[in-house]
């Protein structure tokens, strides 16, 4: 399966969650070495606590960058398909059209695309 490119707020949501993660490994180190004995417990609980904060902080950047991945992959198929519906409706009389764009859709969108393209081109001055 093919990965969309991630766009620009979905990328910062990614470096942010795993910056965050990254800060999360290392507090739960030092959670780890207040158990061992190497650090003082105050400073493992605290260690421990600022990995747990950032843990859930983390998590929920990942969500937001995945929804808005989808949302962002959503909007390029949706216009991806409008210009194939324009293409295949190309050839289509105007009052055909019309009536695809009462009917509403994805279909409408593109039938008022090719309408509007021609009455632009028939009222534009044409050069000579």
Request: charged share 25%; net charge positive.
């Amino acid at each position: 399966m093919r990965r969309h490119p991630l766009s620009d707020a979905a990328r910062e949501y990614r470096s942010a969650m795993w910056l965050l993660a990254a800060i999360a490994v290392v507090a739960y180190a030092v959670g780890y070495a207040s158990v061992r004995g190497a650090v003082p417990r105050l400073v493992g609980l605290v260690g421990v606590s600022v990995a747990v904060a950032t843990s859930v902080v983390a998590f929920f950047l990942g969500l937001r960058a995945h929804r808005r991945a989808l949302t962002d992959q959503e909007l390029s198929s949706d216009r991806t398909m409008i210009v194939l519906l324009a293409a295949e409706l190309g050839n289509k009389d105007d009052e055909t059209l019309e009536t695809i764009t009462r009917r509403g859709g994805p279909a409408a969108d593109a039938a008022a695309l090719i309408l509007k393209g021609r009455r632009e081109r028939r009222d534009s001055p044409r050069r000579s």
